[in-house]
């Protein structure tokens, strides 16, 4: 059997969740503030730092994924390229997924918190799939 990517684990860890999930994506890209600092704009020139700008929010049902590469490339179609990718899970209640409304409430605080720069809690993946670790200097 081949590595179990940390989408995979992902997608198992919700389906063996007691209630039905919904998983919630917000695809972003980094971008210099307007009112970076010298050093902060060569850190981004490097390739480093930025804010992260939400670009796309979209959720999903565990029937609906079968690979982070078929997420990956429906995002493609989507909208424009990006750098990070975060992931949620949603649960629902009393066998029930989650309501539409609960899901929109959710993927809004998901880019309030991703803009304010909260992303505990999130699994963060780069456009192949690795895991993205933040270095908040």
Do not use: Y
Not at 29 to 47: N, S, V, Y
Not at 86 to 94: K, M, Q, S, V, Y
């Amino acid at each position: 059997m081949p590595n179990m990517t940390l989408f995979d684990q992902l997608l198992r860890s919700a389906a063996a969740q007691p209630e039905p999930q919904r998983l919630l994506f917000v695809f972003t890209i980094a971008e210099l503030p307007d009112d970076a600092t010298p050093t902060q704009r060569e850190r981004f020139a490097e390739g480093g730092g930025g804010a992260l700008t939400p670009l796309i929010c979209v959720d999903k049902g565990l029937d609906e994924l079968s690979s982070f590469e078929a997420l990956a490339a429906e995002s493609r179609l989507a909208g424009p390229p990006w750098q990070v990718l975060f992931a949620a899970g949603l649960p629902g209640r009393d066998g029930r997924p989650p309501s539409p409304e609960q899901v929109e409430q959710a993927l809004q605080a998901m880019v309030e918190r991703i803009r304010s720069g909260s992303i505990g809690g999130f699994l963060a993946l780069d456009p192949s799939g690795e895991a993205v670790h933040f270095d908040f200097e």
